[in-house]
């Protein structure tokens, strides 16, 4: 099943420039779908969506990343708590925070020290098992093969705990810390944690207003 969506959404977090209480959402979903050409489809759906609207190449940048899943991800999750609680004096109360909760939310965190200190812990790319690895791979040969530029990023991680796998995220220039105008991943336990049927599934969201931002950023 291929779906897209558009319409209003609400967040509780506290406003700020491009992130507003009230915003409007596109998104793509495929479900059903395990084979990594899918995760390439949605990757270059989601690039070309902003080409279409007129956003230029080089004010972009495409980051991906794999985060594993059940088999391998539970063991980089206590090495990188280890590695936090290691450094705790290095860090802000909020990455020490997540140690017990999420830890590779540290690696959003914004604060400059927090972010030169994460620059030393674990990388999930050394740490996948082999049908991960082989995931990853296949979907970074696609992308070449579609002649798609993009960056591995072994930071990138999306902020919700379901996503599996395949991780991506496009950013914009001219929107300061907050610059990603759109990202998503694979989630294919989630139907499962909510008492579905095993059912493989992954997509992505982007921000209308934040594109919006971006693209006078642009001047288009």
């Known amino acids: 099943a291929k779906l897209y969506y558009a319409g209003p959404m609400f967040r509780y977090e506290r406003p700020q420039k491009g992130r507003m209480r009230q915003f409007w959402q596109i998104g793509a979903e495929i479900l059903g779908a395990a084979e990594p050409s899918a995760d390439a489809e949605m990757i270059l759906l989601l690039w070309r969506f902003f080409e279409a609207v007129g956003m230029p190449d080089d004010r972009m ?4 990343n794999s985060m594993g899943d059940e088999a391998c991800r539970p063991a980089y999750r206590d090495s990188v708590r280890a590695f936090i609680l290691e450094r705790s004096g290095d860090l802000c109360d909020e990455c020490v925070r997540r ?11 914004k604060n400059p020290t927090c972010v030169t200190v994460m620059d030393e812990a674990p990388l999930i790319v050394d740490a996948l098992c082999d049908p991960c ?5 296949t979907v970074k040969r696609l992308l070449d093969d579609a ?13 919700l705990d379901y996503y599996t796998r395949t991780v991506f995220e496009v950013q914009a220039e001219g929107l300061g810390a907050q610059n990603g105008i759109g990202g998503g991943g694979r989630y294919d336990g989630l139907m499962e ?16 207003e934040r594109t919006l931002l971006a693209m006078e950023a642009a001047d288009v």
Request: charged share 20%; hydrophobic share 35%.
């Open 61 to 64: 940048r495409l980051l991906v």
């Open 99 to 109: 140690a017990d909760t999420n830890p590779l939310r540290a690696f959003d965190c």
């Open 133 to 137: 690895a082989v995931h990853y791979t």
């Open 147 to 159: 002649g798609l530029e993009y960056e591995e990023d072994p930071r990138l991680v999306r902020g």
């Open 193 to 208: 944690e909510y008492g579905g049927p095993p059912t493989p599934g992954l997509g992505f969201a982007l921000g209308f």
